[in-house]
T-cell receptor, first 111, second 113 residues
Framework: DVKVTQSSRYLVKRTGEKVFLECVQDMDHENMFWYRQDPGLGLRLIYFSYDVKMKEKGDIPEGYSVSREKKERFSLILESASTNQTSMYLC??????????FGPGTRLTVT | GQQLNQSPQSMFIQEGEDVSMNCTSS?????WLWYKQDPGEGPVLLIA?????ELTSNGRLTAQFGITRKDSFLNISASIPSDVGIYFCAGRESGGGADGLTFGKGTHLIIQP
């Protein structure tokens, strides 16, 4: 079974804090993705990576950065958290051109 | 980015009923995926379709890749309480960037006792 894990299920941070969200997959997938999910807006792609140290911006990259130092791990960084970044964050991974598998999500609240 | 048109937005059905939902796009897709998401959880892959006309089953679930390559359908037969949740379609355009996945906004399935 494909396993995608995320470091935290729930996170509460203060405005201005630096926030790290970690994602690990165990299927040797080349591609990894970070999405945010908000009511009425659906899933929106923040960043993706198709190889170690490679990254591409998605639809809403502003206020976020990513890091992929190892193939199995993809980190999302909020440099200075703001209240409008309160959301559900979902990590996914896939082989190129194949189905994406999602992690359980991190519910982030920024106060 | 582009959005898929997924309908209906929500469904209120009785246990035991069959369910149908669909997604349509203005673009031609080479992949259709169907996911289910429970509250507070990540989406779980149900069915993946890669060929126009393909019909694939997963237990009581059946999905089809439309012959025009612009739509897909998901059917659930004899619904049970654990089918409650949000069902998402996702499609991939040929040559799309970011591995090209576009998501529908979901169909919220509610089963009335």
């Amino acid at each position: 079974d494909v396993k995608v894990t995320q470091s935290s299920r729930y996170l509460v941070k203060r405005t201005g804090e630096k926030v790290f969200l970690e994602c690990v997959q165990d299927m040797d997938h080349e591609n990894m993705f970070w999405y945010r999910q908000d009511p009425g807006l659906g899933l929106r792609l923040i960043y993706f990576s198709y190889d170690v140290k490679m990254k591409e911006k998605g639809d809403i990259p502003e206020g976020y950065s990513v890091s992929r130092e190892k193939k199995e791990r993809f980190s999302l960084i909020l440099e200075s958290a703001s209240t409008n970044q309160t959301s559900m964050y979902l990590c996914a991974s896939s082989f190129l051109g194949r189905e994406q598998y999602f992690g359980p999500g991190t519910r982030l609240t920024v106060t | 980015g582009q959005q898929l048109n997924q309908s209906p937005q929500s469904m209120f059905i009785q246990e035991g009923e069959d369910v149908s939902m669909n997604c349509t796009s203005s673009s031609i897709f080479n992949t259709w995926l169907w996911y289910k998401q429970d509250p507070g959880e990540g989406p779980v892959l149900l069915i993946a379709l890669y060929k126009a006309g393909e019909l694939t089953s997963n237990g009581r679930l059946t999905a089809q890749f439309g012959i025009t390559r612009k739509d897909s359908f998901l059917n659930i037969s004899a619904s049970i309480p654990s089918d409650v949740g949000i069902y998402f379609c996702a499609g991939r355009e040929s040559g799309g960037g970011a591995d090209g996945l576009t998501f529908g906004k979901g169909t919220h399935l509610i089963i009335q006792p």
